[in-house]
């Protein structure tokens, strides 16, 4: 029996933070380890494209996503990396599967919903106003993107959840229509602690929130961040409620158990914010100094090794790619 595959995909848009570390890399890389799976992971650069049209961000985002991944500990030996515009049977498979998604389940998809709700609240008239295409069909790139490398399992937050669901329900449809098992039915893998990283004003960290902390910022950056991090008015010697703290959650993420305990003590026992920042920042930066290294090196002195492992990953999935799409035009009859 051939092996279960799983794949996932990170939209570049943006420097990539200590809530998409949290949320999306390190269960990634973390999955990548499993035996007895095939692992396909790709940068989701024509989805990105949906909002960001600077032709420089969007190449040097996707690059800084590719180098974040292999700087973090994902092995390119291990897994198949690629960006998504270089699998053109994607984009095949993305107009075939617009043949067998109903209209009305993109109209209930999440992002197109908030966006309507959005012209409305601001009393537009178009309540489609600012929605291209891609946004509307979003979800059936992602569809694509899932059913041509036959996912099984698809490790992603919270908020995608519905994608895979929409994925699950197109191939459902595909399948049924032809009598026949062309794609493998996805399901979602969600990061079971479900933690949703508070920024530096205590909402979730986003980037439309500009509240957020780049995993690869310099250390000095990285301090005055952390230095910025909301607190409450709570002097030195006061007692401080963990559990409320961002500085704490933040902490949590990076120390050791007994370090997290002994940390927590400080909290009740009234700890000053400025010490508390200084310990934070201390173990944030012993997590991150090592993939920061070898992130700038990846992304500055060595960009033909990134420049190679992409390029490594597109046969490989374009094989996959190819007999997927075999299967699917002799079921729809264009062989
Ligand atoms: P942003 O909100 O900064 O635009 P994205 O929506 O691009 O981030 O998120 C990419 C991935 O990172 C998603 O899988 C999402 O679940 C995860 N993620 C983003 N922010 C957080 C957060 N604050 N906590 C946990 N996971 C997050
Ligand atoms: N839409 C996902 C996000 O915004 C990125 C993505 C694109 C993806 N295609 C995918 C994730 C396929 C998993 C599988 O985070």
């Known amino acids: 029996m051939s092996q279960e595959v ?16 949290v949320g999306a890399i390190q269960p990634s890389v973390d999955l990548s380890h499993k035996k007895d799976t095939e692992a396909f992971y790709f940068i989701a650069d024509y989805h990105a494209l949906t909002g960001l049209k600077n032709a420089k961000e969007l190449s040097q985002f996707s690059r800084e996503i590719a180098a974040a991944w292999i700087a973090l500990g994902l092995d390119p030996e291990q897994v198949v990396l690629y960006r998504q515009s270089d699998i053109p049977e994607v984009f095949e498979l993305s107009w075939i599967l617009a043949c067998f998604s109903p209209k009305g389940l993109m109209n209930r998809a999440h992002a197109y919903k908030a966006a309507v709700q959005k012209n409305q609240e601001n009393g537009e008239t178009d309540l489609d106003a600012g929605v291209n295409m891609g946004v509307y069909t979003y979800p059936i790139l992602m569809a694509a993107d899932i059913l041509l490398m036959q996912a099984r399992w698809v490790p992603v937050g919270g908020d995608q959840v519905q994608h895979i669901e929409i994925a ?168």
């Open 168 to 335: 699950r329900d197109v191939a459902q449809y595909f399948n049924r229509q032809y009598q026949r098992e062309v794609f493998t039915l996805p399901e979602a893998l969600i990061d079971e602690s479900g933690a949703v990283i508070p920024g530096l004003d205590g909402r979730k960290m986003s980037k439309s929130y500009q509240n957020t902390i780049p995993i690869f910022a310099p250390a000095a950056t990285l301090q005055k961040l952390v230095a910025r991090i909301a607190t409450d008015s709570t002097r030195p010697g006061e007692p401080k409620d963990p559990n409320a703290s961002t500085v704490f959650h933040l902490y949590r993420l990076v120390a050791t158990e007994s370090e997290t305990d002994t940390f927590r003590k400080a909290f009740l026992a009234g700890i000053a914010w400025k010490d508390a920042k200084d310990q934070l920042y201390e173990v944030l930066n012993r997590r991150l100094s090592g993939p920061r290294e070898r992130y700038h090196a990846l992304l500055e002195d060595d960009r033909d090794t990134l420049d190679r492992i992409l390029s490594e990953g597109v046969p490989k999935a374009r094989a996959v790619g190819a007999a997927t799409m075999r299967k699917v035009r002799k079921a729809i009859g264009v062989n």
């Open 6 to 21: 799983i794949l996932t995909g990170i939209k570049p848009t943006g420097m990539p933070h200590l809530g998409n570390l």
